[in-house]
């Protein structure tokens, strides 16, 4: 297993167009996250699943945003109608539940930049 | 709710130093309490951890001690070097319920001079 992987690394898009990221995290965890980063800051907590279940989604966090992990396998991350505050390092991280829980493996993020 | 407060950054120091970088947190019962790094160009990644009071985690030089008394998980290193050069964040995970998110703090950079 090589790690949790995004896709894409960088997405350049304009404002109002829809976007999707992409998360394969390591294969034997059950827990997968989205954070967000902005510069300077540090990781906003998005949502997280545990196997296919979103068990929370921050209430900071818009309607246009909304998350699937179907299977519990990858999970996926779309923004609708995108706005430039929108910018930002989206990252995934994955861990274990139970006693290893709060180790988490993260991705190298999708970078958003939106015009 | 859970919170994390650590210094603020840029930190700057010479190589061979000694190193302090102060977090603080706010949470109810006893939470599992982080450090994780990121590199220039790369993802963050786990430094170190403690699950429980008085528990001390240590890796690569750095170390920390979880002090339930004061709410704290300073990082510490008694000789930091150029490679050292990077953002720190201070983390925990809830106890109550160990379904619980991740909370990070706003991150302290580290700039190491030669």
């Known amino acids: 297993d090589t790690g949790v992987s995004q896709d894409p690394r960088h997405k350049i898009t304009k404002r109002g167009q829809n976007v999707t990221f992409r998360c394969d995290p390591i294969?034997?965890?059950?827990?997968l996250y989205w954070y967000r980063q902005t510069l300077g800051q540090g990781p906003e907590f998005l949502t997280y699943?545990?196997?296919?279940?979103?068990?929370?989604k921050s209430r900071l966090l818009s309607d246009r945003f909304s998350a699937e992990r179907p299977k519990g396998s990858f999970s996926t991350l779309e923004i609708q109608r995108t706005e430039q505050g929108d910018s930002a390092m989206y990252l995934c991280?994955?861990?274990?539940?139970?006693?290893?829980?709060?180790?988490?493996?993260f991705g190298e993020g999708s970078r958003l930049t939106v015009l | 709710g859970n919170s994390v407060t650590q210094m603020e950054g840029p930190v700057t120091l010479s190589e061979e130093a000694f190193l302090t970088i102060n977090c603080t947190y706010t949470?109810?019962?006893?939470?599992?309490l982080f450090w994780y790094v990121q590199y220039p160009g790369e993802g963050l990644q786990l430094l170190l951890k403690?699950?429980?009071?008085?528990d001390k985690g240590s890796n690569k030089g750095f170390e920390a001690t979880y002090r339930k008394e004061t709410t704290s998980f300073h990082l510490e290193k008694g000789s930091v070097q150029v490679s050292d050069s990077a953002v720190y964040f201070c983390?925990?995970?809830?106890?109550?319920?160990?379904?619980?998110?991740?909370?990070f703090g706003k991150g302290t950079r580290l700039h190491i001079l030669p």
């Open positions: 991280a994955s861990s274990f539940r139970g006693s290893k829980a709060g180790e988490l493996f």
């Open positions: 294969s034997e965890h059950n827990r």
């Open positions: 699943f545990q196997n296919e279940a979103q068990l929370e």
């Open positions: 949470a109810t019962g006893y939470p599992s």
């Open positions: 403690a699950t429980k009071a008085d």
């Open positions: 983390a925990l995970v809830g106890s109550m319920n160990r379904d619980d998110k991740i909370i």
